[in-house]
């Protein structure tokens, strides 16, 4: 079920594979090398400008959120977002189409990735606060990529964990994040800002690593490197219910599962590796599991299965 009362509302219904029925060709029908098909529409993430973002923020809410367990008090909020479990959402940003993930827990907040500008991230916090009534606690970046780290530093209370070579690549890699944001529409002044604002190598609360618990209290999320894919370090997060609960399994894939594009490729990715990845997210995940894609609705094992064999197929040369 999706909060929106305006803009953009997921039905929250699609949990299924959206192209059941389509025959593989039509689905996956080329690699797009770092994913060229993507959408991009960035007027709509990045129209905030000044300096005081959460007092601007008040007056630009688009959307309604009314939390699972409160009273029926509507939130303003900045993004449609889908609730997957009753303390588990996640929204599809309007920039990249990028997905972020919310898991509260009776004693702190995880984020899954941070979108792409500061003001985005400012807008993402607004939206946390309304919905787990306090801030982000805990923050996962599930790979280096820019639309999906770079609003990073608005978190600067949370513990982030990360792959090391995320730590590597927002310390060394900078020329190359702002090109792929600019190749992708990103306004540059935006992104000069968040890029001015990383710096993770001095940062105490950074925690470079490629397995890990976040105790949340009531409940606990692991974060897992299933191995190379996308990148050579990707890493999901998965989410159990809560203590007591029986809700569904949740886990987010980061990029190594797409459902709006084709999966992305780039010089980083290992195209031999990813189905063998895919498998361990399966047997981690189960038949059952939501699967959440960094980009695109969420799927379900069978369409994680034929992304699998699309690139055995890629890969083979076929
Ligand atoms: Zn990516």
């Known amino acids: 079920m999706a909060f929106g009362l305006a803009g953009e509302v997921d039905d929250g219904d699609d949990h299924g ?48 959120f009314r939390r699972p367990s409160g009273d029926a008090t509507l939130l303003p909020v900045h993004f449609a977002w889908e609730q997957l479990t009753d303390s588990v959402h996640r929204c599809r940003l309007p920039f990249c189409d990028v ?38 606690t805990h923050v996962v970046l599930s790979h280096k990529h820019f639309d999906h780290v770079l609003g990073s530093s608005l978190f600067a209370e949370a513990d982030i964990y990360c792959a090391p070579e995320v730590v590597e690549y ?25 890029i001015a604002a990383l710096r993770p190598p001095q940062r105490a ?30 890493l999901i997060v998965v989410v159990p219910g809560p203590d007591d609960d029986d809700s569904p399994l949740v886990v987010f894939t980061g990029d190594l599962v797409e459902e709006s594009a084709d999966p992305a490729i780039d010089a980083d990715s290992d195209i031999a590796a990813w189905p063998a990845t895919l498998d361990r997210i399966l047997a981690i995940g189960g038949p059952d599991a939501l699967y959440v894609p960094g980009h695109g609705k969420v799927v379900d094992a069978g369409f994680i299965r034929r992304q699998r064999d699309w690139l055995k197929s890629f890969g083979s040369g076929r």
């Open 99 to 136: 997905t972020i993930g919310v898991v509260q827990g009776r004693t702190g907040t995880l984020l899954v990735d941070t979108g792409t500008t500061l003001a985005e991230a400012a807008a993402i916090d607004h939206d946390v606060r309304q919905i787990a009534g306090g801030p982000v």
């Open 205 to 234: 609360t950074y925690h470079a690593c490629y397995q890990a618990v976040v105790d949340l209290g009531n409940r606990a999320a692991t974060i897992t490197h299933p191995g190379r894919g996308h990148t050579t370090s990707d």
């Open 17 to 64: 594979d959206a192209t059941a029925g389509l025959p593989e060709t039509e689905r996956f029908s080329s690699a797009h090398v770092v994913a060229a098909t993507r959408t991009t529409t960035a007027a709509t993430a990045t129209a905030i400008h000044r300096p005081d973002l959460r007092q601007d923020l008040e007056d630009t809410s688009e959307s309604y």
């Open 170 to 194: 927002l310390s060394s890699a900078t020329d190359q994040i702002r090109d792929d944001a600019l190749h992708y529409g990103a306004d540059a002044a935006e992104i000069d800002r968040a």
